[in-house]
T-cell receptor, first 113, second 114 residues
């Protein structure tokens, strides 16, 4: 079974701090990694994607990928109360469903004023 | 205004009834997907389609059916064989179905059983 694991949280950080969200995956052959944000009752929206080992920065967000450790993370700098949401890690794995996205259960982030 | 639309926003199903959820996209995307999300759970793939007139089962296809007669449309039918249909249903699309394609989601349909 190909799995994507995330700590469910909630992860609570004060406003202005760095939030660190982590994700591990089981399939060593995975090639593409995505972070989605989901507000309560809404659909997921894409934050970032990363394909290569190392860091990728986009504004206040940084995605980090370490394929050897099968680990991907998302850092949110200068966290704002509006960042409070569930963050879903998705990994593109080859399986019975072709190139399907496998999702973790998500980490709930709470940014306190 | 490009995007993915799903209707209805809420849907109520009676015992033994089949219901159909609509998904339309005007992004000219080839691939479309249906996911189910239960409270506190990640998304699970029901069906996906890489091209018109072709579709494949995902991890939890039992009790569901789909069609892909047009590039823009990928309706999902929840049949009476699906014994626990209450969930949030999400439709997504991507430009292609390769490993690096990003999937974009519609607003979702919440299905409730009466």
């Amino acid at each position: 079974q190909k799995e994507v694991e995330q700590n469910s949280g909630p992860l609570s950080v004060p406003e202005g701090a760095i939030a660190s969200l982590n994700c591990t995956y089981s399939d060593r052959g995975s090639q593409s990694f995505f972070w989605y944000r989901q507000y309560s009752g809404k659909s997921p929206e894409l934050i970032m994607f990363i394909y290569s080992n190392g860091d990728k920065e986009d504004g206040r967000f940084t995605a980090q990928l370490n394929k050897a450790s099968q680990y991907v993370s998302l850092l949110i700098r200068d966290s704002q109360p509006s960042d409070s949401a569930t963050y879903l890690c998705a990994v593109n794995m080859i399986g019975n469903s072709g190139y399907a996205l496998n999702f973790g259960k998500g980490t709930s982030l709470l940014v306190t004023p | 205004d490009g995007g993915i639309t799903q209707s209805p926003k809420y849907l109520f199903r009676k015992e033994g009834q089949n219901v159909t959820l609509s998904c339309e996209q005007n992004l000219n995307h080839d691939a479309m997907y249906w996911y189910r999300q239960d409270p506190g759970q990640g998304l699970r793939l029901i069906y996906y389609s890489q091209i018109v007139n072709d579709f494949q089962k995902g991890d939890i296809a039992e009790g569901y059916s789909v069609s892909r007669e047009k590039k823009e449309s990928f309706p999902l039918t929840v049949t009476s064989a699906q014994k626990n249909p209450t969930a949030f249903y999400l439709c997504a699309s991507s430009k292609g179905a390769t490993s690096q394609e990003t999937q974009y989601f519609g607003p979702g349909t919440r299905l409730l059983v009466l």
